[in-house]
């Protein structure tokens, strides 16, 4: 996936992972303001890892992984893919992150054969202002909010205010966000597909937090669900309608509908998350430069 000499884009260099063995793939380094490796970054490397192990005639449809470990951001990441299934319309693989012999990442993803045809139906995109129209103003932000945009400079990630579009009266936690990538990718499916499941782990979380403005949490990914439903490309830009049907006990869920700009569905999230109440001295997020604990 290396598109050569010119100068790549922070995410080209997340994706560009070596091939040490036959199923076997290293994940590069790369400087991050967090001291724990970024979830869509383990998840990504994971997913181009499992792609490189099939043939051509299969496209991913979904992947389901855990984070059962905290990486290390400072240090290189090992993926190893085993193959479950190899079928005539479904391939399946499942993926193992490892950092320092200890796994922090599983993750298992359906490949279906792309020639297969059938119904169709699909929901309907919000009416919601155009990303144009969206002015970020980082000062308004909370402090875990504005370390999270020093880490992702790549991308363009604006939200939607809250009163300008229908809210459902039945869903507490909801937020909606125009992003995609500023630089422009190859027109390589691959790397949109990777690009955006690293995207998908972008504010979803922070979705449970908005019924609990103020409340201070410990938040971190424990798993992640990604559909991918129908072609697009995540330079162009990607409305993220998040809602949190719940959270108890510690753990909160997210859930996702991916639209492209003409109003298509093109892929679906669903995220468990800790949103364990701050214990005093501990940060809000694994950031480097978060100096607060408030969200």
């Known amino acids: 996936?290396?598109?050569?000499?010119?100068?790549?884009?922070?995410?080209?260099?997340?994706?560009?992972?070596?091939?040490i063995d036959t199923r076997i793939f290293r994940g590069p380094v790369t400087?991050?303001?967090?001291?724990?490796?970024?979830?869509?970054?383990?998840?990504?490397?994971?997913?181009?890892?499992?792609?490189?192990?099939?043939?051509?005639?299969?496209?991913?449809?979904?992947l389901h992984g855990?984070?059962?470990?905290?990486?290390?951001?400072?240090?290189?990441?090992i993926y190893n893919v085993d193959d479950?299934?190899?079928?005539?319309?479904f391939t399946?693989?499942?993926?193992?992150?490892?950092?320092?012999?200890?796994?922090?990442?599983?993750?298992?993803?359906?490949?279906?054969?792309?020639?297969?045809?059938?119904?169709?139906?699909?929901d309907d995109m919000r009416d919601v202002p155009d990303p144009e129209s969206i002015t970020v103003e980082p000062d308004n932000l909370p402090a875990s909010s504005r370390a999270l945009l020093e880490e992702w400079t790549d991308w363009d990630i604006r939200q939607v205010p809250p009163d300008s579009y229908e809210h459902n009266r039945l869903t507490h936690g909801q937020q909606l966000v125009w992003f995609k990538t500023k630089n422009q990718l190859p027109?390589?499916?691959?790397?949109?597909?990777?690009?955006l499941t690293y995207m998908s782990d972008m504010t979803l979380l922070h979705t449970a937090l908005v019924p609990h403005r103020g409340h201070p949490v410990q938040m971190a990914s424990l798993d992640h669900a990604l559909w991918f439903l129908r072609p697009?490309?995540?330079?162009?830009?990607?409305?993220?309608?998040?809602?949190?049907?719940?959270?108890?006990?510690?753990?909160a869920l997210?859930?996702?509908?991916?639209?492209?700009?003409?109003?298509?569905?093109?892929?679906?999230?669903?995220?468990?998350?800790?949103t364990r109440n701050l214990k005093q001295g501990q940060q809000a997020l694994p950031l480097k430069n978060l100096a607060t604990g408030q969200q």
Not at 8 to 16: G, T
Not at 84 to 89: E, K, M, V
Request: charged share 20%; hydrophobic share 30%.
């Open 92 to 122: 399946s693989r499942h993926v193992t992150a490892i950092q320092n012999g200890e796994t922090i990442f599983s993750m298992q993803c359906s490949f279906h054969r792309r020639t297969d045809e059938g119904i169709e139906h699909s």
């Open 84 to 89: 479950i299934r190899h079928g005539r319309s």
């Open 254 to 274: 997210t859930h996702g509908r991916v639209f492209n700009r003409a109003g298509d569905l093109v892929a679906v999230v669903t995220q468990e998350g800790l």
């Open 31 to 62: 400087p991050s303001t967090f001291t724990r490796t970024f979830g869509g970054q383990v998840a990504s490397q994971a997913l181009v890892s499992a792609i490189r192990t099939v043939t051509s005639d299969m496209g991913v449809h979904s």
């Open 1 to 19: 996936m290396n598109p050569g000499n010119q100068q790549r884009s922070k995410i080209e260099h997340i994706l560009d992972i070596e091939q």
């Open 232 to 251: 697009f490309r995540a330079d162009e830009w990607l409305l993220y309608d998040q809602i949190s049907p719940s959270a108890h006990a510690g753990r």
């Open 187 to 195: 027109d390589d499916e691959t790397f949109h597909l990777c690009t």
């Open 66 to 77: 855990y984070f059962v470990g905290p990486g290390d951001s400072t240090q290189p990441t």
